[in-house]
Structure formats: structure tokens, C-alpha cells
């Protein structure tokens, strides 16, 4: 089950484009005039503090939300013209749980496999690849609400990779998990890189995610694109001994920002509650 860099007769070489992608709320601009490119294969991290606009950019870009002006391809085809073709090339994972506890991690794949619409013949294979690839084989049959926050986060990565999407989408992908947990969902996303081609989009708070998963990265501010570059290159372009909490700062306002709104923090702590 291999999945190509680029879809055969795709000329274009990103897998995601913008060009002045704009949306509003009202007197409220969340995401300015940004102009992104993430080349097919590559691990992309969206950094951010809160309200920089990065959940209003994901959600443009997996067509839930139109946007004001400008405009988006994801996949090779436009978010707005073409939202269906969009939809079929991505997986989305957000921070709010997708598996429901009360079944086993296979009848989770199963009700996913045929939401996509997926054939009887694909289902079963499909399935088992993706239990093998994620490492949950031996806990397909158990109910997931006894699965650890890790085993969690595997099958919902599962699920969302069930129609082998060209492009990932994920919404702090490990957030509340101890750092076991976190290095394996690290190294999941690597082999999804490597084995089948995906483009994965990330957001993320952690600045050692960030240097240490992603290929590349933008950071948000005010709802512009404030710099786009590799970890290791943003770090020395503010000298030798720079962090990439010192580059966060510098570009996503001057701060760190450690909480955001009670709404945010209640979230926050669910997610971190559900997945420990």
C-alpha cells in the first residue's frame, strides 16, 4: 500500500498552496492575506500563539470553512470550486476524541471504513494494514476506553488514514501524552512519511515537537505568516545559542504564551485527561 510524493499527473509539486487567503469575522480579520506552499512528503508545523490563526487556517483548508478572499489548493484541487476532491485526499485529526470508547479499536475502523466508502473487498484489508502500521493489532478486539492515550491517538490516526489520504491534517497530535507515548506517535508519522509519501500538516505548542518532527515550519502571528523556515535555519538566524522557544518568541509576538481563554484551558484539559 504505497502512496505517491505527488498523485500521478499532478504537475504542481505542493500538496498544499494559498495565495492572499483571507478570512473574517465581522470587524475581526483571524487569517491575513497568507501565502503558505508545503511540498508533497514533507512534515509541516504550524506554530502559533493562541488566536494567531491556525485552527481558522486548518479549517479553510479542510473545507470547513470557506474563506473571505483569496484562495487555497489542497491536493491540486481548490477549496472552494472543488470541495469534494479536496475532502477525499485529506485526513483530518482534531484535539476532540474521534473514537468512541464503547467499541473495539477494529469496529472503530470498520464504522470509519464505511463512512469513507469503502467496499466490503477493501474494508478487511485496509483494516488490518492499518492496525499493523499503527501497532494495535493485538488490541483490535478490546473496547478502546481501556486503551492508554497513546493506543488512543495510534487508532485515530488509523481511522483517518483508512482511505490513504495524500494529506494529514493534526491538531496538536500530542497533546497530554507522556513522553513515551508522544515518541511513538512521533515515529508513526515518520513512517507514514516514509512509506506511503504523506504530507502531514501539524499544529503544535511543543517546541521540541516542532525542531524535532517537522522538516519545516511557519509560525503565526496576528494572523500572518511572520517567517516560514526550518527549525535549525530559524534558530541560528537568531545566533548560535538561539532556542526554538527563543525563535517562537521572536516571531509569534514576543511572548510565550502559556494559556489561552478559560474555554481553551477547559479544552486543554480534557484532551489531556481523556489521552493520559
Same mark, same amino acid.
Not at 470508547?101 to 470509519?112: D, F, I, Q, R, V
Not at 512521533?186 to 499544529?203: A, C, K, P, Q
Not at 505548542?205 to 511557519?218: F, G, I, P, V, W
Given at each position: ?29 483571524? +487569517? ?6 508545503? $511540498? ?13 490563526? &491556525? /485552527?481558522?487556517?486548518? &479549517?479553510?483548508?479542510? !473545507?470547513?470553512?470557506?474563506? !473571505? ?10 477549496? +472552494?470550486?472543488? $470541495? @469534494? ?18 467499541? *473495539? @479499536? ?5 464504522? /470509519? ?7 466490503? &473487498?477493501?474494508?478487511?484489508? %485496509? ?18 476506553? !481501556? ?5 488512543? %491517538? ?10 490513504? $489520504? ?6 496538536? $497530535? *500530542? ?6 507515548? %508522544?515518541? *511513538? +506517535? ?10 506511503? @509519501? ?5 499544529? *503544535? ?20 505568516? /511572520? ?5 535549525? @535555519? ?20 514576543? +511572548?510565550?504564551?502559556? /494559556? ?13 485527561? %481523556?489521552?493520559?
Amino acid at each position: 500500500m504505497n502512496l505517491p510524493h505527488r498523485p500521478a499527473g499532478m504537475p504542481d509539486a505542493f500538496a498544499i498552496k494559498t495565495s492572499q487567503l483571507t478570512r473574517r469575522f465581522g470587524h475581526l480579520t483571524a +487569517v491575513d492575506h497568507i501565502e503558505l506552499q508545503v $511540498p508533497y512528503g514533507e512534515l509541516f508545523g504550524l506554530l502559533g500563539a493562541n488566536g494567531a490563526g &491556525k /485552527s481558522t487556517l486548518i &479549517k479553510m483548508l479542510t !473545507t470547513l470553512l470557506p474563506p !473571505t478572499s483569496g484562495s487555497a489548493e489542497v491536493g491540486g484541487f481548490d477549496i +472552494v470550486a472543488a $470541495p @469534494g476532491e479536496v475532502r477525499r485526499r485529506i485526513g483530518y485529526v482534531s484535539q476532540l476524541l474521534s473514537a468512541d470508547g464503547a467499541l *473495539t @479499536g477494529y469496529e472503530n475502523l470498520l464504522l /470509519s471504513a464505511r463512512l469513507y466508502g469503502l467496499s466490503r &473487498k477493501e474494508r478487511s484489508a %485496509r483494516i488490518g494494514d492499518a492496525l499493523d502500521f499503527m501497532g494495535l493489532a493485538d488490541a483490535a478486539r478490546k473496547l478502546v476506553r !481501556t486503551y492508554s492515550g497513546g493506543m488512543i %491517538r495510534r487508532l485515530e490516526l488509523a481511522q483517518a488514514m483508512l482511505h490513504r $489520504p495524500a494529506i494529514l491534517f493534526l491538531d496538536e $497530535p *500530542t497533546i497530554g501524552l507522556d513522553p513515551v507515548a %508522544r515518541r *511513538t +506517535v512521533w515515529d508513526r508519522l515518520w513512517d507514514l512519511r516514509r512509506d506511503y @509519501g504523506m504530507t502531514v500538516l501539524i499544529t *503544535t505548542h511543543d517546541m521540541e515537537e516542532a525542531e524535532t518532527l517537522c522538516d519545516e515550519l511557519a509560525i503565526l502571528h496576528m494572523g500572518r505568516v /511572520s517567517v516560514v523556515g526550518q527549525p535549525a @535555519g530559524l534558530r541560528a538566524g537568531l545566533g548560535a545559542e538561539a532556542t526554538m522557544d527563543d525563535v517562537f518568541a521572536h516571531y509569534a509576538g514576543g +511572548v510565550i504564551h502559556e /494559556s489561552g481563554t478559560f474555554s481553551e484551558v477547559a479544552q486543554t484539559r480534557r484532551t489531556a485527561r %481523556r489521552l493520559g
